[in-house]
């Protein structure tokens, strides 16, 4: 469950977005009949708002399976690579939430910066916030100098998450 605090209207705003994300993610998968995604809501009403948002912006599209004799959902060919990549950003969101008591380093230097989230036990902890902080200050570098070779006029943003998990199933 997350830990975000309820606050109207931008919390409702929030939840609609991670509703339709899981909806996304679910559908991303395979073509899904109503019945097997209201498994994962608490509320068909809100599922059916969700699903016919969707539907409406041509995210998604319904359909009648004839084998099966349902309605089915799936992502429309036009918007999988947009939700594709929407999806990626929350799986970002997501694997950092899921960091039980991170180790949390941030630095920026010349409008360039970093942030590491990490496990450690808890004596190791100071050692390694002391390898990640050289770590951010090599490659803060490194990419101030790719930045800069870049001609003047070439205004970037470059944002870049790299995601490690090599825990095993009995480790989380």
Same mark, same amino acid.
């Given at each position: ?16 977005? *991670?509703?339709? +994300?899981? !909806? ?12 097997? &995604? ?14 016919? *948002? &969707?539907?409406?912006?041509? !995210? ?28 990626? =950003? ?11 008591? #991170? ?7 010349? =409008?360039?910066?970093?942030? !590491? ?16 902080? +050289? ?11 790719? $930045?800069?070779?870049? #001609?003047? %006029? %070439?205004?970037?943003?470059?944002? $870049? ?12």
């Amino acid at each position: 469950m997350s830990t975000r605090k309820k606050k109207g209207k931008h919390w409702k705003k929030e939840e609609a977005e *991670r509703n339709e +994300n899981k !909806i996304l993610r679910l559908l991303s998968h395979k073509d899904m009949r109503f019945k097997d &995604l209201s498994k994962e809501f608490d509320s068909p009403t809100t599922l059916t708002g969700h699903l016919k *948002r &969707l539907v409406n912006k041509k !995210i998604i599209s319904r359909y009648w399976n004839e084998d099966r004799k349902a309605n089915y959902y799936r992502i429309t060919p036009q918007s999988m690579i947009q939700v594709k990549t929407q999806l990626g =950003k929350y799986e970002v969101i997501d694997f950092i939430e899921s960091i039980p008591n #991170p180790i949390y380093i941030f630095e920026e230097k010349d =409008k360039v910066s970093m942030a !590491i989230f990490s496990t450690a036990p808890e004596n190791e902890r100071a050692q390694w916030k002391q390898v990640y902080r +050289n770590q951010i200050s090599t490659q803060l570098k490194t990419w101030k100098e790719a $930045m800069d070779a870049l #001609p003047r %006029d %070439d205004k970037r943003k470059l944002a $870049m998450v790299i995601t490690v998990d090599n825990t095993t199933a009995g480790d989380k």
